[in-house]
């Protein structure tokens, strides 16, 4: 017996499949595309095949995600919130107890504070302004020439952070172009990036009460870089789970587990 | 006798030079380029020669803007806010008496409150967020592939003004990238990116108490479109002066014959 999850974000599509026992048998990530109903179906059946899995051995499949009520598989939905709740304790390195989560996406961030036994005490979540999710990074290495995995690689080698004094993308755009005409180490200026957002990231944690513990998920959680920020923002550790991006489908199947 | 104003902005500089009876004789708009100073000095030197106007004759030279401090041919500087208020009574079309003037730069916007005798009783700026600025209409008229200079005249030819959802610059692009791609008007489009925008401006501006009486000038009253949207907006007239883009450098202008 099987159980997925699908987290059908506005940029990609993430899927998790697990066994009845809670281990993980296949993931998949794609572009969320103009029909993110038919790209779940696709990845479902793709992951099933691959496993010599047959359809009908899935017994629940739960969506969640900003698309996530056009999901004509899933037989329920689930907040973003929820699924990264419940994918906390599950994503955990090292069964460290996770009282934070904090997702760092494309188009939002949210922020996820946690009691001993998993259960939401309070959370936070930005949609609004750019300048606070992963489409700050993206627009800046847009105007670096970089690709965005290159980002956090590129600030470890970097010894003196710039600052970024303007807290709009659209204003740190210019701010960044006109680093890049004073030849300004590249670096330097992403190391600045960073901790730029972190600070962000670390004021609306601060606000929403996070506890120690803490769980960096979303593409944000690929960014070495931006781990190192945050750490050094809240003067909190930061540990990143070995699939950050998934957090929230691996929380949406396991709600499947239990739900009825 | 002979007075210059120079509104050295972080895109433009704008230089006007008046004769000692308030009549503007020569105005100029440049951009500001790597050397506001450098630029100003050309701007002054080729408006005194076009009219024939020896450089002693120019009695008082005083800079406003963002980079007024570096103007070195100014005698003296004065705030942005205190030029703007200044200029708004020469400004004001048909001696309308001003009590308000919005004005939509590039970089920032600003409102400033004045009473029935010119003097500033409140003002507010934003200069951080680049959605209640010009660089709202700049970065999505580059979406649509429009210049700035067609905005106004394309909105006023709009019945039915879509609706622009995000209020962040980045995620607003984003929805009009959707909306071209869904075939809606390009002129609905821009009428809802100009109702967009006014929505904004006039929440500061109700914030700073703003009074009818209203003044438009910067970038902003170049657009007839924006004129119109705030007017809806706020529910007051909008007056359009002829320059709007040197109400600035007017008000310094004027200040520099009263000053000494
Ligand atoms: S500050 Fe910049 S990034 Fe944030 S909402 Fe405004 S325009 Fe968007």
Redesign the pocket.
């Known amino acids: 017996t099987y159980f997925a999850g699908i987290d059908a974000g506005s940029t990609y599509v993430k899927a998790a499949l697990m066994d009845e026992n809670q281990a993980l048998v296949a993931f998949d990530q794609r572009p969320t595309g103009i029909d993110a109903d038919g790209t779940s179906q696709k990845m479902i059946a793709a992951m099933a095949e691959a496993n010599g899995i047959p359809a009908d051995h899935i017994q629940n499949i739960i969506a969640t995600g900003y698309s996530r009520r056009i999901i004509s598989m899933a037989r329920d939905t689930v907040t973003e919130i929820k699924a990264h709740a419940r994918g906390a304790a599950w994503s955990a390195p090292n069964s460290i107890g996770i009282r934070t989560v904090i997702d760092i996406g494309g188009q939002d961030s949210k922020v996820i504070v946690l009691d001993g036994d998993n259960e939401i005490l309070n959370f936070a979540m930005n949609d ?4 606070g999710t992963g489409r700050f990074l993206e627009s800046l290495a847009r105007v670096l020439e970089l690709d965005i995995s290159e980002l956090g690689p590129l600030s470890l080698q970097s010894n003196m952070p710039l600052s970024i004094n303007s ?5 740190a755009e210019s701010e960044v172009v006109s680093l890049v005409a004073r030849k300004k180490k590249r670096e330097d200026i992403v190391a600045g990036i960073h901790h730029s957002l972190a600070k962000r990231i670390a004021a609306m944690a601060r606000k929403a009460g996070a506890q120690p513990g803490i769980l960096l998920t979303g593409g944000g959680g690929r960014n070495a870089g931006i781990a190192s920020a945050l750490d050094e923002a809240l003067l909190m550790d930061i540990h990143v789970p070995e699939y950050p991006q998934l957090n929230g489908a691996l929380g949406a199947a396991l709600i499947g587990m239990t739900e009825d």
């Open positions: 609004k302004c750019a300048a807290t709009c993308v659209v204003f």
